[in-house]
């Protein structure tokens, strides 16, 4: 099931009973385990490439995302200093949307694939940076742009989606 796409058995749903609910939502959670299972082999070669490169220079962890996975990620991001003491100057964050987008929605940020370029440039990423680009759909413009010109420029880049 693709994440743009409705489900048809979720169809009446605001007519269900509360445990009838629950369940679904439980049963989906399932079903999103089962299917990371099935690439836990991918997901530690980023692992291991993206702790490779960190551990071997002063590289940083980008994130880059729009929407709700950019707020995820910059949730993920500052824990990682308390947490594992990550120097918060090995963190760097390009946001659809900037700032302003973790607390108020910015609309049509996610397409704006010039803005992903600017504020790329602004990150300067390099050969020891690591570049985690989150879309839910995997093909976000602006995620994809940063993740393509992260790329380019000699960082690692990992893409994480919903979507295969």
């Known amino acids: ?40 082999p991918d997901i530690e070669k980023a692992a291991v490439a993206a702790a490779g490169r960190l551990k071997k220079s002063n590289g940083r962890l980008i994130y880059a995302e729009a929407a709700t996975p950019a707020r995820l990620g910059v949730q993920d991001g500052v824990e990682l200093t308390p947490t594992i003491g990550l120097p918060t100057a090995r963190l760097a964050y390009a946001i659809a949307g900037g700032e302003e987008a973790l607390l108020h929605a910015v609309e049509n940020a996610e397409d704006d694939i010039e803005q ?21 759909s995997g093909r976000t413009p602006y995620t994809v742009e940063i993740c393509r010109l992260a790329r380019e420029a000699g960082a690692l880049t990992i893409g994480i989606s919903s979507n295969e």
């Open 1 to 40: 099931m693709k994440t743009e796409t409705f489900d048809t058995k979720f169809k009446g749903l605001d007519e269900w009973e509360d445990a009838q609910i629950l369940d679904a939502m439980l049963g989906a959670q399932e079903a999103g385990i089962a299917a990371v299972r099935t690439i836990l």
């Open 116 to 136: 992903a370029g600017r504020d790329l440039q602004a990150i300067a990423p390099g050969m020891h940076d690591v570049c985690i680009a989150v879309s839910a």
